[in-house]
């Protein structure tokens, strides 16, 4: 059942300036809600890459896989546009995926997938992708745009732009038929529909420069600061399929694009270049969202008010001609209802009320409002009364779902999250945007059962979820160990063909069970073992999962773990098996407990096993710190020093190499490696002095670890001590 939302969530009705605003900034700053450790997952169209996966390009994949090439990145947001997606990690870094066309990536095909130009400097907090059209936000609260965005005509050159009069002229002669009479006729006519008017053709004459108030977009390629918005705090904005509203931290709104359909809601038809604030009498906004070409926004009074086109009753005031000004909806046939969360479709809306009920209406054809297999019809006993979903309407949810934590829509499908982070889809599944291959109606989606979504996005055609790691995030970084086998000192073997070369350090930090099985640099295991299932063993103990163990080998997986006491591997090895069985058994959703990871304390263990390749890392005060040259090399700095022609100042002495660092003390340097063993930012954080830690990071190239530094400084300190403290290190980012 869904349970009722308290309203201790929702704050009060007056509140004061100062609270509102920092209200409606905290509801839009993803980075302010999420931990630190997340996967991406997605699903849907993947014929341009969007999906961000180095999987075959296909049009459709039904089940949710995570995004490898971003383990690492701890993403934040995802943004799902048309053909593309944008993914933001916690240090405000903006990359892209999918198709390179109109700009929408902010970067060039080839290279890395960083989005660069003056975005690459700043922090960004916020990210929006449109159809063909992509937008950021800094922390400063500044936007960016790039893509196909729109600009004033009359600001480009007579040789790349005609003026409407010569165009008008050039049909003139073209078009003899074309008289001055008809012409003044056409424009007058027009006049009075872009005003939305009903006064005299002659007080329509009077309206200053009316048929030049024209907009087109071009192609911008590298993100580009609005200037019409200087001076505006943006929190958030959305993007329809051509036009942009943003939101203020003061709660109001500006709008800006095409107008046909009135979905800028400035009471005319004229499109605009540049953001114009909109008038809501007073009236403070706490959200908004974008349809193609209608906008539906939230106020602090927790009213839902629409405007724009209304073909398919998406405006929710009943079967009305499209609004070009804000107008109030009506919920339950004109009861007073609480909105706490809005999201809009292609041409479909959802709220959720304060009590918890789910409201949905728009267009109907395809399931988008949840109707059941029982109402008969094409998709519900309604669907083919086009007046029925022009008004909000009650969706029936399944009785063993749990209350809704956020609502999302795209294109002619909706999903929600509850509150135990279990995705529930229903709609048309076009490329299979629904998580699974059949079945319009809403039902959890079984590849995710037993995982936490903490943020979801979705798009035309795809959907990219954040999901909260069952390891560690640091621990996924460390398969370039298990490929390189260099370093390898020792066998894992289960008979004389089941063999697997690994670290000696690595296998006892993680598994001391295999102690007792060593025999002259070779584990013999005294049980059979498939070398699948070995593969994935020795997986675990390197990068913290499973991903690569065959379905129908799992359980033999846990059988390993659980004879070498390896308890988070067996509860890992129990969710996959459970969420087969939950897929074969088509719906339902389960409630299971991973064992938390154990790979920080296992890494801690591993700096104190020694072997034969170590090195012995000195600082200027003459304090040493041992370290494994496999753990040092991950970085580029280290690799250069110990392995390239690079090696003034070593020395060696039985394999065990000695380097003394210039600019960096003992205590920072013991910092610095048990960063590199165990990414723990809780221990680092302790570190009483961090600015130094910071310049000793990235003097030796650990930019992870200088990055996580700087955004607790960011977070930490004010303004002043920041600027201070950037000139002081010379950081861009922190003057940003």
């Known amino acids: 059942m869904i349970e009722e939302v308290p309203r201790d969530f929702l704050g009060k009705y007056f509140i004061s300036e100062e609270k509102l605003k920092k ?132 600001e480009e050159t007579a040789s790349t732009s005609r003026s409407i009069e010569t165009m008008q002229q050039a049909s003139n002669q073209n078009n003899n038929f074309y008289t001055e009479r008809l012409k003044k006729l056409v424009e007058d006519s027009e006049k009075i529909y872009l005003s939305e008017s009903n006064v ?50 003061s709660g109001t709104l500006y709008s800006k694009g095409y107008n046909d359909r009135g979905q800028l809601g400035s009471g005319h038809r004229f499109s605009r270049s540049t953001f114009e604030k909109i008038d809501f009498n007073e009236t403070r906004i706490k959200d908004v969202v974008c349809g193609t070409s209608h906008t539906l926004v939230l106020t602090t009074t927790f009213k839902c008010l629409a405007f724009g086109q209304n073909a398919f009753g998406q405006l929710g005031i009943g079967p009305r001609k499209e609004k070009s000004t804000p107008t109030q909806l009506d919920f339950e046939e004109g009861n007073e209802e609480d909105i706490v969360l809005i999201a809009s479709g292609d041409y479909h809306c959802l709220a959720l009320s304060v009590s918890g009920r789910l409201f949905s209406w728009g267009h109907s054809e395809y399931g988008q409002h949840a109707a059941t297999e029982h109402r008969g019809g094409d998709l519900g006993g309604y669907a083919h009364l086009l007046r029925y979903y022009t008004s909000p309407r009650l969706v029936t949810t399944p009785s063993d779902m749990p209350s809704i934590k956020s609502i999302h829509a795209a294109g002619n499908y ?134 690569k163990c065959p379905p129908h080998r799992v359980v ?74 496999d753990i040092l090399t991950r970085y580029e700095f280290f690799r250069g020093l110990l392995l390239g022609s690079f090696r003034e100042g070593i020395t060696s002495s039985n394999n065990i190499r000695s380097c003394k660092l210039k600019g960096v003390k003992g205590a920072e340097l013991q910092s610095m490696v048990d960063w590199m063993y165990r990414g723990d930012r809780t221990a680092v954080m302790t570190w009483e002095n961090i600015p130094d830690l910071l310049s000793s990071a990235y003097c030796y190239g650990l930019d992870d670890l200088g990055l996580v530094l700087e955004k607790h400084l960011t977070d930490t300190l004010d303004a002043e001590d920041i600027a201070t403290l950037a000139n002081q290190l010379q950081s861009q980012r922190l003057k940003a």
């Open 23 to 154: 209200e409606i900034k905290n509801t839009h700053l993803i980075y302010k809600i999420q931990t630190n450790s997340m996967s991406v997952y997605s699903w849907g169209c993947n014929a341009h890459g969007e999906l961000g996966t180095d999987s075959e390009r296909s049009k459709a994949r039904y089940d949710p896989l995570v995004v490898a090439p971003f383990d690492t990145k701890n993403i934040i947001q995802v943004a799902c546009g048309l053909h593309f997606s944008l993914l933001l990690d916690e240090f405000g870094v903006v990359y892209s995926v999918g198709e390179c066309k109109q700009g929408r990536l902010g970067r060039d095909s080839n290279g890395d997938t960083v989005v660069r130009g003056p975005l690459l400097s700043r922090r960004v907090a916020y990210i929006a992708a449109g159809y063909l059209s992509s937008a950021a936000i800094t922390d400063d609260g500044c936007l960016f745009e790039w893509g196909l965005v729109h600009f004033d005509p009359a």
């Open 200 to 249: 005299s053709l002659s007080e329509a004459d009077r309206i200053e420069g009316v048929l030049n108030m024209r907009t087109r977009r071009k192609e911008i390629k590298s993100p580009t600061f609005c200037e019409s918005l200087e001076g505006v705090h943006v929190v958030k904005v959305c993007l329809g399929e051509g036009h942009t509203v943003v939101l203020s931290d």
């Open 414 to 547: 909706s999903l929600v999250v509850d509150k135990s982070g279990t995705v529930w889809s229903w709609g048309w599944n076009a490329g299979g945007v629904l998580g699974r291959r059949q079945d319009p109606y809403m039902q959890p989606i079984d590849a995710l059962a037993g995982m936490t979504v903490k943020h979801l996005s979705a798009g035309p055609m795809q959907v990219m979820a954040i999901i909260k790691q069952l390891g560690s995030m640091f621990a996924h970084g460390f398969a370039s160990l298990l490929l390189d086998s260099a370093h390898h000192d020792m066998e894992i073997a289960a008979s004389k063909l089941t063999t697997v070369s690994v670290h000696k350090f690595m296998c006892y930090a993680r598994c001391p069970e295999l102690k007792p099985f060593e025999n002259e640099n070779q584990i013999l295991l005294p049980f059979p073992v498939e070398q699948l299932v070995l593969n994935a063993f020795v997986e675990y103990l390197y990068c913290d999962h499973i991903r």
């Open 556 to 629: 033999d997986l846990q059988e390993l773990a659980d004879k070498l006491k390896c308890d988070h591997l067996s509860s890992l090895c129990q969710l996959v098996r459970l969420q087969r069985r939950v897929r074969i058994q088509k719906g339902g959703s389960i409630a299971f407990h991973v064992v938390p990871s154990t790979f920080s304390s296992d890494m801690k263990a591993a700096r104190l096993l020694c072997c034969d390749n170590d090195v012995i890392l000195v600082g200027e005060d003459d304090q040493s710190v041992r370290a494994h040259i």
